[in-house]
């Protein structure tokens, strides 16, 4: 990964302030309300996720909870992966994750999936810390989605999921930054394409999106759910 200008890393390490603030000053019945809307979109826009190893997030720092979405996709077929940091300035592997799994504790204090077996997600549910008008989003700093989703081939369908006072014009992206598929915030559900976000009319249109997408990356094979991570 090549060095990040120090003016564009004070630059996102200002932006991620303000708005890790701002999400975390939100109060509980907005932030289940904002939850909930969600919740029903990513629902109603990736049916096609029951079918597929999802990879997600224990929710930190006021961030959107996928664990209610994840146990409607589980119920009806779907498995679930949690990242773990195995090693700093490495991708991120990811271990199956059920109610009940054996957990310890990483980085921050988050949960993750002790021993069980290492799965490559087909689909990840990703949280930015903000996110711009052309799909890339701003994380943590520590770069572990970048080099996860850099060493992924193929690339897995990415849902970055978050709030609308995440949105920001631009996050000056470095060539190491890789756009989401999909925005997904309690005003709608945004596919990422060549002009950059664009709100859909109706979130089962995200569906067919989806669809070739996966049919495009795995050569004719969706819903193959993900074995082991090499």
């Known amino acids: 990964m090549n060095p990040m200008p120090p003016e564009v890393r004070l630059w996102r390490r200002d932006r991620r302030a303000e708005l890790v603030a701002s999400r975390v000053a939100l109060g ?32 930190f720092n006021n961030e959107f909870d996928p664990r ?9 077929g779907a498995r679930a992966a949690l990242p773990v940091v195995v090693e700093k300035s ?15 504790r990483g980085v921050y204090n988050l949960p993750f999936p002790d021993g069980t077996a290492i799965l490559r997600p087909d689909a990840l549910l990703i949280p930015p810390v903000g996110f711009d008008l052309r799909g890339f989003r701003l994380g943590y700093g520590g770069g572990y989605f970048d080099r996860t989703l850099a060493a992924m ?13 995440s949105r920001m014009p631009t996050i000056q992206p470095q060539p190491h930054d890789i756009p989401m598929d999909f925005i997904v915030t309690e005003a709608g559900v945004h596919v990422v394409g060549a002009g950059g976000l664009e709100l859909l009319a109706a979130p089962a249109s995200a569906g067919p999106v989806a669809e070739a997408l ?11 759910r993900g074995g082991r991570m090499p």
Request: aromatic share 12%.
């Open 28 to 59: 509980a019945e907005e932030h289940h309300d904002r939850d909930a809307a969600i919740t029903r979109l990513l629902i109603a826009a990736f049916p096609l996720l029951v079918r597929m190893t999802v990879g997600f997030y224990w929710p």
């Open 68 to 76: 209610f979405a994840i146990r409607h996709w589980r119920d009806r």
């Open 90 to 104: 490495a991708p991120l592997e990811f271990r199956a994750w059920w109610p009940g799994a054996p957990m310890a």
């Open 153 to 165: 081939d193929p690339q897995p369908l990415k849902i970055g999921v978050g709030y609308e006072l």
């Open 214 to 224: 996966v049919l495009q990356r795995t050569g004719g094979q969706p819903g193959v």
